[in-house]
């Protein structure tokens, strides 16, 4: 509304008469009341084709500073049939509402909704996105999550961790407290992996990564970690074949420097070490810290590690990450598209992955 529009309606409405007033009231009531029942189906909106699977970036930061930098949200992973919103962050909700005002997401599709571990950066959106995953739906759905924030969501808040969804706790035999290793929502299979992260303080396998079995592809979200010897051998031995790698690589360190990332996160350096263990076809980074919302470090990273990776004779192509960013899994292809009118460093990206990927893969210009 323009501001001499407002202007309008608010001498309108001082002018009005009582009994005005009060009708313009009641229909207000009578909107809000149809607000709070779950509509027939969801709003049409944009999902993937059949047979094809979708993984959405719903923030590309991560970490403390990269979350106060507004980054923080999480990721989708879809396919025609089933959505799971995976680690809504403080930046998911604002997403996840900018996409259904564009047709590309509505919370009647939802189905889960996971949470690795009890980080903000990884948690703070879920209750609110809970309540739009329940107020869409007369289904129950389900939220699956580690030991940790079964265990103290729970108690913090049962009416929504249990009440308002099916909670699920996930862990892999080595997590630290128990879980079922696996849970099937609609077509996507979700598999606890382990993590080698610092929760709580003394407590640094509780964390769990998760790996998506979906209809096109394999996928390993290594969630926070640091790669223990072991941690490649486990994945494998979960899912072989992966197609990509969702990397949360937020350390910079292409050194050894002991204690930098200890008990946290990836390095840039663990990369190809990932690549020549697990040789997926695509490995994305994501979970930047703050100085990583500047599209030149992001892109050097990128450029640093494919000639590491191409020179050592492996397959795997590396994908820096961006908001709103798409990736669609299909036959053996994947194409990525990023919002157009969207920061430097997605406009970046896009150029880049413009250069590296095959044509059939390369990015869109969809201004969505």
Same mark, same amino acid.
């Given at each position: 509304m323009t501001a001499d529009g407002s202007q309008e309606m608010v001498q309108g409405l001082l002018s009005a008469s009582? &009994? /005005? +007033? /009060? *009708?313009? +009231? $009641? /229909? &207000?009531? $009578?909107?809000?009341?149809a607000m709070r029942e779950p509509a027939a189906g969801p709003a049409p909106h944009r999902l993937p084709a059949p047979g094809t699977s979708e993984v959405m970036i719903l923030g590309a930061l991560g970490c403390r500073h990269g979350?106060? &930098?507004g980054g923080a949200g999480g990721h989708l992973v879809r396919t025609a049939t089933t959505t799971v919103l995976v680690d809504p962050g403080p930046a998911a909700l604002g997403c996840l509402l900018g996409l259904a005002l564009r047709g590309l997401f509505s919370w009647a599709e939802l189905d889960a909704i996971c949470v690795t571990h009890l980080d903000p950066d990884h948690y703070a959106d879920a209750i609110p996105c809970l309540e739009g995953m329940a107020a869409a739906? *007369?289904? *129950?759905?389900h939220l699956l999550v580690n030991p940790t924030v079964s265990r103290r969501c729970g108690a913090f808040s049962p009416y929504h961790f249990g009440e308002m969804a099916d909670v699920i706790t996930l862990a892999h035999p080595d997590t630290d407290g128990d879980g079922e290793p696996t849970a099937k929502v609609g077509d996507i299979t979700i598999h606890a992996t382990p993590a080698f992260h610092m929760e709580e303080k003394g407590r640094n396998r509780t964390a769990i990564g998760l790996a998506y079995e979906t209809p096109a592809a394999g996928i390993w979200y290594t969630s926070d970690t640091n790669l223990t010897p072991e941690l490649p051998g486990q994945v494998a031995a979960i899912m072989p074949g992966l197609a990509l790698v969702i990397a949360h690589a937020d350390a910079s360190n292409i050194a050894q420097a002991p204690g930098r990332a200890r008990a946290c996160h990836l390095e840039t350096r663990d990369i190809p070490a990932i690549a020549d263990k697990l040789r997926p076809g695509h490995i994305l980074i994501h979970h930047y810290d703050a100085a990583y919302s500047a599209a030149r470090y992001r892109i050097a990273q990128a450029v640093w590690l494919q000639r590491v990776i191409t020179g050592q004779g492996l397959p795997t192509q590396i994908l820096p990450s961006a908001n709103g960013q798409r990736l669609t899994l299909a036959s053996g292809l994947l194409t990525s598209e990023i919002p157009v009118g969207g920061d430097d460093a997605g406009a970046a990206a896009t150029a880049y992955l413009d250069s590296r990927l095959p044509r059939a893969g390369r990015p869109g210009t969809e201004s969505w």
């Open positions: 009582t &009994a /005005e +007033l /009060e *009708r313009i +009231l $009641a /229909e &207000a009531d $009578a909107n809000d009341i979350m106060l &930098a739906s *007369r289904q *129950r759905k």
